[in-house]
């Protein structure tokens, strides 16, 4: 099983023995009453029925051109069920823009999608030549293409893409989570019609005192990339193997240069940050991380942190999570987003909804820190979904996929997952 997988099993605790609740397929349907905020306005936009429309979104939605595109990552049923890219309105109409049929075609999309110009960039974390592809579509569903298929008879290319990418101009940028050199992942740039496809470099791991096995997408400031790593930087308590994670930078040309590694000093100061990448905000990067390194999410407090960062390295936590069953939230592994002057990003666990460690939530938090849920998620009981993967803002509204929940006629008793907006 691979780590994206192990995930989505362990989130599934946090609604273990829930109970099934009313369905729901298609247009807006309104909260149960979950608000943490009494001024935010919760609503499905679509529940996955799992029979052709998709079934466990696992990425955040992307907007062009007044219509929100996604992936779901197909894990209904994995003889036949490989994932799809998706488009959906604010009044949610739903369309499939196309169905992965696994094998050379690529399977299980994880990283949300890329768009400019009504053409939709993205990647699969599995397929491909077997270690993933990245792929474009037409916003109206024609055009699909293969661009690059990962792997083959050597993994000197990458292995396994789990990040966003992000287009700069005619280049797409991105980093897979495993192959290279040594194993540890990769950062690598392509022209948008697939050509010159070029590993510009790849990390070494804990070993090195480098990065390791990178997921959350890139950001660019001044004229550099970048990026999170899941491992690597330095050993630490929560992961003395592996390293507790680290920020590092890319220039266009491919030198790379560790800025901050987790805990190399034995500080409280996160640990393992996931797919979330960081945001650039007011002259400083924002992050999260999924856990804290000195204590375990399912036995303390140990769930996580929002920090801020400067391009040098100078890092500063001003929000711990946790512990489970908090309604600030546990476990953020989503990107936070601004409007306004308020960051917003979501929790896969934790909140207030739900039994247990409770089914995740979205929060605000001004930039010093201050955070509080707006929406905790309650759960298959409910129907409104549950472990959301972060949100996007348009027209004023946030709007997010949840990986399950929702509609309960799916095959999956815990439902297959929806699109919801949240008015804050």
């Given at each position: 099983m691979n780590r994206m997988s192990f995930?989505?099993?362990?989130?599934?605790?946090?609604?273990?023995?829930?109970?099934?609740?009313?369905s729901s397929s298609s247009g807006v349907v309104p909260t149960m009453g979950h608000a943490s905020s009494s001024s935010a306005q919760y609503a499905i936009l679509y529940a996955f029925k799992g029979k052709g429309d998709g079934a466990y979104p696992q990425s955040a939605l992307v907007a062009e051109n007044g219509v929100l595109y996604g992936t779901t990552s197909g894990q209904l049923d994995e003889a036949t069920d490989y994932g799809t890219v998706?488009?959906?309105?604010?009044a949610g109409a739903e369309r499939v823009l196309h169905r992965f049929r696994g094998g050379s075609d690529g399977s299980q999309p994880i990283a949300a999608l890329a768009a400019i110009k009504g053409v939709l960039y993205g990647s699969t974390y599995q397929g491909g030549a077997g270690y993933g592809s990245l792929f474009r579509v037409g916003a109206d569903g024609s055009g699909?293409?293969?661009?690059?298929?990962?792997?083959?008879?050597?993994?000197?290319?990458?292995?396994?893409?789990?990040?966003?990418?992000?287009?700069?101009?005619?280049?797409?940028?991105g980093t897979t989570q495993r192959g290279g050199n040594t194993g540890n992942g990769t950062f690598f740039r392509m022209n948008i019609d697939g050509s010159a496809y070029k590993v510009l470099?790849?990390?070494?791991?804990?070993?090195?005192?480098?990065?390791?096995?990178?997921?959350?997408?890139?950001?660019?400031?001044?004229?550099?990339?970048?990026g999170t790593s899941y491992y690597g930087g330095t050993t630490c308590p929560a992961s003395p193997t592996y390293g507790c994670g680290a920020v590092f930078t890319v220039s266009d040309s491919g030198s790379e240069r560790v800025v901050y590694r987790f805990s190399a000093n034995g500080r409280n100061d996160g640990a393992n940050p996931v797919e979330a990448g960081l945001l650039?905000?007011?002259?400083?990067?924002?992050?999260?991380?999924?856990?804290?390194?000195?204590?375990?999410?399912?036995?303390?407090?140990?769930?996580?942190?929002?920090?801020?960062?400067?391009?040098s390295g100078s890092e500063r936590v001003i929000h711990r999570f946790g512990p489970l069953g908090t309604a600030n939230g546990a476990t953020p592994e989503a990107g936070l987003i601004a409007l306004n002057e308020t960051l917003y990003g979501s929790t896969l666990g934790g909140g207030?909804?739900?039994?247990?460690?409770?089914?995740?939530?979205?929060?605000?938090?001004?930039?010093?820190?201050?955070?509080?849920?707006?929406?905790?998620?309650?759960g298959p009981s409910v129907g409104d979904?549950?472990?959301?993967?972060?949100?996007?803002?348009?027209?004023?509204?946030?709007?997010?996929?949840?990986?399950?929940?929702?509609?309960v006629s799916c095959a999956n008793a815990n439902g297959c997952g929806v699109v919801f907006r949240i008015v804050p």
């Open positions: 995930v989505l099993s362990i989130a599934l605790v946090f609604v273990a023995g829930c109970s099934r609740g009313f998706f488009s959906i309105t604010t699909y293409h293969i661009l690059h298929r990962f792997g083959g008879t050597s993994k000197s290319d990458g292995a396994e893409p789990a990040g966003a990418l992000l287009l700069v101009g005619q280049t797409l940028y470099y790849s990390f070494a791991g804990v070993g090195a005192r480098d990065a390791a096995n990178p997921e959350g997408t890139l950001v660019r400031v001044n004229g550099l990339l970048y650039w905000f007011n002259g400083l990067l924002y992050g999260t991380t999924s856990q804290n390194a000195s204590s375990n999410c399912f036995s303390g407090t140990g769930c996580g942190v929002l920090f801020t960062m400067t391009t207030t909804g739900g039994p247990g460690g409770g089914n995740g939530a979205v929060f605000e938090t001004s930039p010093t820190g201050s955070e509080s849920a707006i929406y905790s998620f309650g979904g549950a472990q959301p993967n972060g949100v996007i803002t348009f027209g004023g509204a946030l709007y997010g996929t949840a990986q399950i929940g929702g509609n």
